[in-house]
């Protein structure tokens, strides 16, 4: 009984890298850790065990997991740091290069082996040298969720489905995470509502692809009727679609976010590019007819919605032509938000060994001048919402100054999107407040709270 103690009351602490469906990842093993007498901690020098959840989507993802379990590799000298552990993407890709060249690290877990991650600890401590666990990727939450919530309680990531059958050319989700897979309505909708009632307002949907949601299930089920059941979640005021591809906007998803009053009138849809040459090579199932034809669809049938994208420039094969293209494709479309990728040549993929690669100069010089685009672009169409009213969630003091307030209106998702700087009124943290737009920037608003 002694020794059990001893064992688990070490204290873990977790760094995520990523996207938000690597979060979820990281919470979930911090809630088995949890759950197994672990204690969670947010400093890392005072921590017995530090777990690295990596992301190795592209190169700069990639260095930036070894520079950060570099860095770490550091408490285990300076620190009470005795077991440091690599998860996610990059163990799962790069297992054996990394056991070679990170002798530092003491276990590497794949992205099938999370819910084995306190007994993969326990193994640790009865064997010598370092352990590796990247199996099958094709895990699933197909049990009770002991998830522990890492974002402040008023917003939370929903994970609705886990891997990728789209096999983008450029792309090696597949091969990390297995094929789509729908996670079970029930389960869904169980942690919606345990993430509801622990505080949260706002519920961002997020997979590879959430139109896909439901087409591996029977009867029926797929991302309409989804959003029609968490409409019915009690104290949700906020339901946020994320990664939805444009083949799978059908009219009937149009409709539920149009007269939805908990969805957000916003939409993230990765497009890529608009060129069909670039399309086709991407292995991309829109054409450019497709694309030009679903934007202006999108805004007749759910007036003021917010549109957000990301592209990839310097493609192989992408001429000046396809790339002029593209940004006379962003000047038209006037995206409220923007995500510009340089490709990134990811050994194991298609793209990898396609002729005519975009050396990196041109790749650089084309996404400035997207992003100088998309620039003037967004401040145009802030301008334009400056004098109306929004919904504004209060997300606590501004990182510049205790005297003002931040927040994000329903336009704005977290972290990848702009704030709302507020000069005026009080709320407490997690409100939804009337807010009065009184000024804006590049890719910032400001404004005042109003009284209802």
Not at 14 to 23: A, D, E, Q, R, T
Not at 351 to 374: G, N, T, W
Request: charged residues 30%; hydrophobic residues 35%.
């Amino acid at each position: 009984m002694g020794d059990h103690l001893e064992k688990t009351q070490q204290k873990v602490s977790m760094v995520s890298l990523g996207c938000p469906k690597n979060l979820v990842d990281a919470e979930v093993m911090l809630g088995y850790l949890s759950q197994n007498g672990y204690m969670i901690t947010t400093d890392e020098h005072e921590a017995d065990i530090i777990i690295v959840n990596t992301c190795s989507f592209i190169k700069e993802a990639k260095q930036e997991s070894v520079d950060t379990i570099l860095d770490l590799a550091d408490r285990k000298q300076d620190g009470n740091c005795r077991l440091l552990i690599v998860a996610g993407c990059l163990p799962q890709r790069y297992q054996q290069e990394l056991a070679k060249e990170l002798p530092e690290v003491d276990i590497f877990v794949g992205t099938g082996d999370y819910p084995r991650i306190a007994e993969i600890i326990a193994e640790k401590d009865e064997a010598e040298g370092q352990i590796l666990y990247t199996g099958d990727p094709n895990y699933l939450y197909d049990t009770e969720l002991p998830r522990m919530q890492s974002t402040p309680l008023y917003t939370a990531y929903l994970k609705i489905a886990e891997g990728c059958s789209n096999c983008c050319s450029y792309c090696v989700i597949p091969s990390l995470r297995g094929g789509f897979r729908s996670r079970p309505p029930k389960l869904v909708l169980e942690e919606a509502r345990r993430l509801v009632a622990n505080g949260a307002r706002e519920l961002n949907l997020v997979a590879q692809d959430i139109t896909l949601y439901g087409s591996d299930l029977e009867g029926g089920i797929n991302l309409e009727w989804l959003i029609k059941e968490l409409h019915g979640i009690g104290g949700l005021r906020w339901i946020r679609l994320l990664y939805a591809y444009p083949d799978g906007i059908t009219d009937g998803l149009l409709t539920v976010i149009r007269e939805g009053e908990k969805v957000c009138k916003y939409l993230d849809i990765p497009l890529q590019h608009i060129s069909d040459p670039v399309l086709k090579r991407m292995n991309r199932r829109s054409s450019e007819e497709d694309i030009r034809a679903l934007i202006p669809k999108i805004r007749a049938e759910v007036p003021g919605i917010a549109l957000r994208t990301s592209l990839i420039v310097g493609f192989p094969g992408e001429t000046e032509e396809d790339f002029k293209k593209l940004l006379h494709f962003v000047e038209e479309s006037q995206f409220d938000r923007l995500g510009v990728f340089c490709y990134s040549r990811e050994e194991g993929t298609p793209a990898a060994e396609m002729p005519d690669q975009v050396s990196e100069r041109i790749k650089r010089d084309r996404y400035k001048k997207l992003m100088r685009a998309q620039a003037r672009l967004s401040f145009k169409r802030n301008r334009r919402l400056v004098d109306l009213i929004e919904d504004v969630l209060v997300e606590g003091y501004s990182e510049e100054t205790e005297l003002l307030l931040k927040g994000r209106t329903s336009r704005q998702a977290p972290d990848i999107d702009g704030q709302v700087y507020i000069t005026a009124g009080q709320a407490d943290v997690g409100d939804i407040v009337k807010l009065k737009i009184t000024d804006s920037s590049d890719y910032d608003l400001i404004g005042e709270i109003i009284s209802e």
